[in-house]
């Protein structure tokens, strides 16, 4: 049920503070990261050097943002790959590696063809799903569920958010099984993610009404880029995703450092470009990178909408719009980050008079390859 909102989207966003609480309850205890789910399996963790996670759509870019904190706190070698190309291509695969899908319906076709094919092979599977008993985490090894509750909308929110909680969850039970990180360092981590739903909500408190204005002031545009870096780069995927799905608007993500690699040709006067800029204190190596970036745009004239710490004061001179979020390590700057995002295309498609919901030629769960 709506409830009182005007649509399953404005819902589902709404609830992206506690699809994040939800996921991380049970599975934190005073700075220890142990997932129930998990018990018995330590020997699977311990037997594995190689993680390949496959998903597609925006689950895809939930295991894209995985990906860095698998790396960096489990010292396992991930690839992340969509689950329709990785079954037609001979992958390098056998008992020393372990699938991890994600899927928020747990019937994706696509999806559910390559965790068949990965066991086929001998490799071992873990499920990250959102539908309890759905067909995926039927065929695998591990199931490590999403607490986001049903998603309604077509256009996948708070299933996102939670996708990137239960990889990190996930990376934190490895990485003390397999002691890559300290007691203290997996805690540091652990009450991050606690701290990020009542983050989310600040952001839906303080900025929506913002971002919604900003939105309807945006209806006629034709093109919208994102660019960023790092753990941004699938941020700007995902909010391109979002803003073709639902407005129809022919939109594109790249990884800021690709730019002068090409698509910096894209630019001309008044093409809106939305900026993921890295937090300055918490990685100002990169922040100077994406600044410079924004510098090399907007002097092609790009109109430069930046979604940045608040607080944050290199961005002002060169940002024509700044969406704020709050401070977070970062890694956690995702779940932050594309809150905005989310609430941008949905205004946008509201401006415009379209379904939120039923956006056209999609559906919620694609059953078939
Ligand atoms: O149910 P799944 O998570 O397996 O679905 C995967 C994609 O089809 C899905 O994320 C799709 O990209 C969404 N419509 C994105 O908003």
């Known amino acids: ?47 594995i050097n190689r993680i390949v996670v496959v998903a597609c759509g925006t689950a895809a870019y939930a295991a894209m943002v995985g990906k860095y904190a698998l790396e960096q706190w489990t010292r396992i ?33 696509d999806t559910l063809m390559a965790v068949k094919y990965a066991a086929s092979r001998g490799a071992k599977t873990l499920s990250i799903c959102n539908t309890q008993g759905a067909t995926i985490p039927r065929e695998s090894d591990a199931i490590v569920y999403t607490h986001a509750g049903p998603e309604v909308a077509v256009a996948s929110t708070k ?9 990190y969850l996930l990376a934190l039970h490895v990485a003390r099984l397999r002691g890559s990180l300290t007691a203290a360092e997996i805690a540091v981590n652990a009450h991050e993610l606690e701290a990020i739903p009542a983050k989310i909500s600040e952001i839906l408190a303080t ?3 913002h971002i919604e204005q900003f939105a309807h002031w945006m209806a006629d545009t034709r093109s919208v880029l994102f660019l960023g870096r790092h753990v941004g780069y699938p941020i700007a995927l ?41 937090s ?5 190596e990169l922040q100077k990178k994406v600044v410079s ?37 970062p890694l956690f700057e995702p779940l932050l980050a594309v809150v905005p995002l989310h609430i941008f295309a949905m205004g946008l498609a509201n401006a415009k008079g379209l379904d939120v919901d039923q956006p056209r ?9």
């Open 238 to 278: 995902e909010g391109a995703l979002k803003l073709k799905e639902i407005t129809y608007i022919h939109a594109e993500g790249f990884a800021a450092g690709e730019l002068k690699h090409g698509p910096i040709a894209l630019i001309e006067p008044g093409q809106p470009v939305f900026v993921i800029v890295p």
């Open 361 to 369: 030629n999609l559906a919620k769960s694609v059953t078939v390859e």
């Open 77 to 109: 070698p991930v690839d992340v790959e969509l689950a329709h190309e990785f079954r037609y291509r001979d992958p390098v695969i056998g008992p020393d590696t372990l699938i991890v899908s994600i899927s928020q319906s747990g019937e994706t076709m």
């Open 159 to 167: 299933a996102f958010v939670a996708q990137i909680t239960a990889l």
């Open 1 to 47: 049920e709506k409830g009182g909102w005007s649509s399953f989207m404005a819902k589902e966003v709404s609830e992206e503070p506690e699809a994040v609480a939800n996921t991380v309850r049970g599975r934190i205890h005073d700075g220890v990261v142990q997932i129930p789910e998990l018990d018995g399996l330590d020997e699977m963790f311990l037997g």
């Open 207 to 209: 900025e929506q009404t």
């Open 293 to 329: 970036n924004i510098q090399e745009i907007r002097a092609r004239g790009a109109r430069i909408i930046a979604v940045a710490e608040a607080g944050d004061a290199a961005v002002l001179p060169y940002a024509d719009e700044v969406l704020r979020i709050p401070l977070a390590a």
């Open 280 to 284: 300055p204190r918490e990685s100002a």
